[in-house]
């Protein structure tokens, strides 16, 4: 259990306002992938602090998780990752329709917006759906906290933030391949 120890205190450093009280007072029955991942899931799911999405209806929104609650963002960030897809023949380009919403860069973008804050999104991985949450954006706490998930088989997809200028070029270059 010393790896859920670490585990504990890695989130802690990394969540904001995570309390590890409850974590520490319940830990997993065993260390298996997901065990852990449910356990985790369970209680930053009880504090506001995780939200599962499924990529396949997830449009790049800001999830409700509670560091996000009271942050002042000036716009949509996903009105702008719109404004470029909207007009992709997907008959002519190069991209599939249904792959689209997993290749779009939407966590990245809203995390270009959270740059001011110090905090930024991530999800786990290697999951087919997301599980999402926000971390304090200080790279030494995140890299630990990725070596703790890997522990049990699970990483951090980091989502380095990108603006508007690398969305577009990103969402140019799937068109193109």
């Not at 560091?67 to 000036?74: D, M, R, T, V, Y």
């Not at 023949?89 to 917006?113: G, K, R, T």
């Not at 088989?153 to 933030?161: E, I, K, Q, S």
Request: overall charge negative.
């Amino acid at each position: 259990m010393e790896q859920i120890q670490s585990l504990i205190v890695a989130l802690g450093q990394c969540i904001p306002e995570l309390n590890t009280d409850s974590m520490q007072a319940s830990l997993p029955e065993n260390s298996q992938q997901l065990t852990v991942l449910t356990w985790m899931y369970n209680h930053l799911s009880e504090q506001g602090l995780i939200s599962y999405e499924e990529w396949n209806e997830y449009s790049g929104y800001i999830p409700k998780l509670k560091p996000l609650s009271n942050l002042a963002i000036s716009e949509d960030p996903a009105d702008f990752i719109f404004s470029l897809i909207e007009d992709i023949d997907c008959s002519v380009d190069s991209i599939d329709p249904f792959e689209m919403p997993h290749l779009m860069p939407w966590l990245e973008h809203i995390n270009f917006y959270l740059r001011p804050y110090r905090i930024r999104l991530v999800n786990l991985l290697p999951f087919e759906n997301a599980y999402i949450f926000c971390v304090r954006d200080d790279e030494a706490s995140l890299q630990k906290l990725d070596s703790c998930l890997q522990s049990f088989d699970m990483a951090l997809n980091f989502r380095d933030a990108m603006d508007q200028q690398q969305v577009s070029a990103h969402i140019e270059s799937l068109i193109a391949e």
